[in-house]
């Protein structure tokens, strides 16, 4: 079983709604969890993190983490067809001295204009 | 793309060949990481540096090998290229600390024939 498991999509929307992307995850030494964007033949751009449970607003996106449930989330409000591109969710595990983060697969989002 | 260069951009290769693959930041960030992305898997770690000549392997080291001789600079190289190495090869950099942000490059495209 993976750390770490993202839904694959595709996810499409009509321009204007309301986004919601997920992760689940299964270890609890998970402490710091990013977003990344990933346009197609392009490498992953960190979109924002969040420490612990809690929200985080950044414009039209929202990371929201449940850390009792291993859930986190990211809103992305008033889509744009720009928005359409591959989006990860990464995790830091600092306390187990892993260097690497741990990615889901990815979610791929077309926004229809 | 965070200062973060690599080259080439795409590589075609026969089974058996070396390959040398090249990150270049101009961050001065202390980490740097190689990654693969594949179908299903997501980013898995290869091998990572913590400083000048100072590495350490990831989950899927196997096949390949790292230098660091520059703060700027980070090589990742397949001995004896094999079918299986067929990936996009991402290099990232990082300050590390426990929200461990990294920072990606555009990605390398490699195909072994």
């Known amino acids: 079983q993976k750390e770490v498991e993202q839904d694959p999509g595709p996810l499409s929307v009509p321009e204007g709604a309301i986004v919601s992307l997920n992760c689940t995850y299964s270890n609890s030494a998970f402490q710091y969890f990013m977003w990344y964007r990933q346009y197609s033949r392009k490498g992953p751009e960190l979109l924002m993190y969040t420490y612990s449970s809690g929200n985080k607003e950044d414009g039209r996106f929202t990371a929201q983490v449940d850390k009792s449930s291993k859930y986190i989330s990211l809103f992305i409000r008033d889509s744009q067809p720009s928005d359409s591109a591959t989006y990860l969710c990464a995790m830091s595990a600092p306390r187990t001295g892993r260097r690497a983060l741990t990615f889901g697969s990815g979610t791929r989002l077309q926004v229809q204009p | 793309d965070a200062g973060i260069t690599q080259s080439p951009r795409h590589k075609v290769t026969e089974t058996g060949t070396p390959v040398t693959l090249r990150c270049h930041q101009t961050?001065?960030?202390?980490?740097m990481y190689w990654y693969r992305q594949d179908p299903g898997h997501g980013l898995r770690l290869i091998h990572y540096s913590y400083g000048v000549k100072d590495t350490d392997k990831g989950e899927v080291s196997d096949g390949y090998s790292v230098s660091r001789s520059k703060t700027e600079d980070f090589l990742l190289t397949l001995e004896s290229a094999t079918s299986s190495q067929t990936s996009v090869y991402f290099c990232?950099?990082?300050?590390?600390?426990?929200?461990?942000?990294?920072?990606f490059g555009p990605g390398t495209r490699l195909t072994v024939l």
């Open positions: 990232a950099s990082g300050w590390g600390g426990d929200t461990n942000e990294q920072f």
């Open positions: 961050e001065n960030h202390r980490y």
